[in-house]
C-alpha cells in the first residue's frame, strides 16, 4: 500500500501525540534494516540539524527615540560599527564587522552578548536636523532596553560545502581554519547526515515561510539565501557536491539562547558567527523516507586546495572519512578537522524532536518554493 501524508495530517498527529518523531540519525540507523516504504508507514518527522561558522548574519536593531531625538547617521556598539542607513534610529549589525580598536572582535560578539542579556555600549552621532536636533548620543543598551533585536541572516545553511587543505610551502589562514603546509590537515564544515538541506536535497518541504529552529527560537526562511544555485555537481546518490542551495532566515534575537549562538575568530582572517538551526522534515511520502535516510558514507564533498588560484579540486570524500578524522591524499592519511560542531548540533536535533513531540513546534506549510534554475556569477571586474 502506498502511503501518502500531508503536512496537515502530520500537524494533527502531533497535536494528539501520536506522531512519531526521530533524528536523521536515528532514522539513517533505522534505514539500515527497514526500506523507505516501510519508514513512511513507521515514521512522520524527521529533525535535522547545524551548528557551525555562518559570516552571513546579523541583526536589525530598533534603539527607541531619545529626548531629544537624533537621526542616528554613525553607529558604534563596543566600538564596532553597524550600517545606519536605515531609518532615525534602526541599524543592521554584521557578524564580520570589525571592532575599530580589536581586530579579534566584531559584530559577531556584539551579537552574542546582547543575547546574553549584557550591556553595550552605544555610541551614535548625526549633523542634526530641525526635527531630529540631538548630535551625539552614548549610553547603554541591552537586549531589555531596545524595542526589537530582529536576527536576518542573509545565507546560512550551505546545503553541502567543499572541504579544505593547503599543498603549498607556507600555513596559510582562511575562513576555513587555518591550512598547514603540505597537505598538513583537511578541514571541513558540514553536519553529514543531520544536516537540513542533505536530507531533503530537492528542498521539497524547505522554502519561503518554513518554521526553524534557529538559535533556541522559532525562526523562519525568509527567502532562499544569497549565491543559491541549483546547477552544481551532485554524486551518484543525487547528493550536491558543493555549495549549491542556502537559506535566509530571520528570527527574534529577544527569544533566542545564547547557548546555539557562539562568535568566533579566525587568525589571518575575522570574526565569524556559530549558528544553531535546525529544520524538521516532514515524512510525506517514500522519496522523503528514501532521502532523510542518507547515511554519512553515502554523502560525498570535494576537496579543494586553497592554496593555488581558484582553489582547484583535489579530490572527492565521503563524510564517514570526514568524521572518522584521517582522509587519504596521494597515499598519505591526513588529519582531518570539523569547523561546525557534530556535538552541538545533535543536541539542537533532539531537541527540536523533543519540541514537535511535546506539541511545542508545528510543521509549516512553505507560501513559496525556491528557484528551480539558479546560478551564481562572479564579479565581473569593469574600467
Not at 555600549?121 to 533585536?149: H, Q
Request: a positive charge.
Amino acid at each position: 500500500m502506498t502511503v501518502i501524508k500531508s503536512i496537515d495530517e502530520i500537524n494533527e498527529k502531533i497535536k494528539s501525540g501520536k506522531a512519531v518523531v526521530l533524528t536523521a540519525e536515528e532514522v539513517s540507523k533505522m534505514a539500515a534494516e527497514l526500506s523507505p516504504k516501510e519508514i513512511v508507514q513507521k515514521v512522520d518527522v524527521v529533525t535535522t540539524a547545524t551548528f557551525g561558522p555562518m559570516c552571513s548574519s546579523g541583526v536589525f536593531i530598533n534603539f527607541g527615540h531619545p529626548e531629544p531625538p537624533i537621526r542616528m547617521q554613525k553607529v558604534f556598539l563596543n566600538d564596532v560599527e553597524a550600517y545606519a542607513g536605515v531609518a532615525a534610529v534602526d541599524a543592521y549589525l554584521g557578524a564580520t564587522q570589525l571592532s575599530v580598536n580589536n581586530s579579534k572582535y566584531g559584530g559577531a560578539h556584539v551579537i552574542e552578548e546582547l543575547i546574553a542579556g549584557k550591556d553595550i555600549r552605544l555610541k551614535a552621532v548625526s549633523n542634526g536636523t530641525d526635527c531630529y536636533p540631538r548630535k551625539e548620543i552614548d549610553t547603554l543598551i541591552n537586549r531589555d532596553s531596545v524595542n526589537e533585536i530582529i536576527m536576518f541572516n542573509p545565507r546560512n545553511a550551505y546545503q553541502n560545502y567543499p572541504a579544505a587543505t593547503n599543498s603549498s610551502e607556507n600555513t596559510i589562514y582562511t575562513y576555513m581554519g587555518t591550512l598547514r603546509p603540505n597537505f598538513g590537515n583537511v578541514t571541513y564544515s558540514t553536519s553529514g547526515e543531520i544536516s537540513p538541506l542533505l536530507n531533503d536535497p530537492e528542498m521539497r518541504t524547505i522554502g519561503i515561510g518554513t518554521r526553524i529552529f534557529l538559535c533556541g527560537a522559532h525562526g523562519f526562511v525568509s527567502w532562499n539565501g544569497t549565491q543559491f544555485r541549483t546547477n552544481g555537481k551532485t554524486n551518484e546518490f543525487g547528493i550536491p557536491l558543493t555549495q549549491d542551495a542556502t537559506l535566509a532566515v530571520i528570527g527574534n534575537c529577544k527569544e533566542m539562547d545564547s547557548r546555539y549562538i557562539k562568535a568566533a575568530y579566525y587568525k589571518g582572517y575575522g570574526v565569524s558567527l556559530f549558528i544553531g538551526i535546525g529544520i524538521p522534515i516532514p515524512v510525506l511520502d517514500e522519496d522523503m523516507a528514501h532521502r532523510v535516510s542518507i547515511r554519512n558514507s553515502r554523502i560525498e564533498t570535494i576537496i579543494r586546495d586553497y592554496s593555488r588560484p581558484g582553489k582547484p579540486e583535489i579530490g572527492r570524500v565521503n563524510y564517514a572519512i570526514l568524521q572518522s578524522g584521517k582522509v587519504t591524499i596521494n597515499g598519505t592519511d591526513i588529519k582531518t578537522a570539523s569547523l561546525s560542531s557534530l556535538r552541538r548540533a545533535r543536541e539542537i536535533a533532539e531537541l527540536l524532536k523533543n519540541s514537535v513531540i511535546n506539541g511545542d513546534f508545528q510543521l509549516s506549510q512553505m507560501v513559496q518554493a525556491f528557484p528551480k534554475k539558479s546560478t551564481v556569477k562572479p564579479l565581473q571586474i569593469r574600467q
